[in-house]
């Protein structure tokens, strides 16, 4: 092998590594942590969207009490379509700001599968959960399903969000 194969070979594996490092890191068999903190708007508008370990720890939490749990009871694909987000993110998506988004713990996911109406009430009837609400969507079937969970304390708050009307206790 002479050297200029040397270093293509060298060059390619820390690539490898770095990428694997940075998307590979696995919350639970079906989960990772990637999942949780892309987003396109950041992606944008250059913001950076890294939760620190307070965050991760948070989301290992829901992942391992609600998330995998889901996933499991149900075998269906879930998808993350928000998880993480930095303080300059939710204010640039226009989430909740007082009380602070429970996004911007490591608290909340959105998530959406085949059959969002299945997750929310698999959830509601059988999962440990902060809040959980059934997001825009009809009477059959929510848009996407908000969940949180915390670490000790949750509340069992069960609403619904009517787009451009607010929440209502369901
Ligand atoms: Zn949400």
Not at 78 to 97: E, F, H, P, V
Not at 99 to 106: A, C, L, N, V, Y
Not at 139 to 152: I, K, L, N, T
């Amino acid at each position: 092998m002479n050297w200029k194969t040397a270093i293509v070979i060298v060059a390619a594996a820390l690539l490898i590594t770095r990428s694997a490092r940075k998307k590979g890191i696995m919350l639970s068999k079906n989960f990772s942590l990637d999942e949780f903190t892309r987003s396109k708007t950041a992606n944008q508008l250059g913001i950076s969207n890294n939760p620190g370990p307070i965050e991760i720890a948070n989301l290992q939490a829901l992942v391992t009490n609600v998330l995998q749990p889901l996933r499991d009871a149900l075998k269906l694909p879930i998808n993350i379509t928000s998880g993480y987000r930095s303080k300059m993110l939710n204010k640039a998506i226009g989430g909740a700001t007082s009380p602070i988004s429970q996004h911007t713990k490591g608290e909340a996911a959105d998530i959406v599968s085949s059959n969002n109406a299945r997750m929310f009430n698999y959830i509601k009837n059988n999962l440990p959960f902060d809040q959980l609400i059934w997001e825009a969507g009809n009477d059959s079937q929510p848009d996407w399903v908000h969940v949180s969970f915390r670490m000790s304390g949750n509340r069992y708050k069960v609403l619904r969000y009517y787009p451009g009307q607010g929440y209502e206790d369901i």
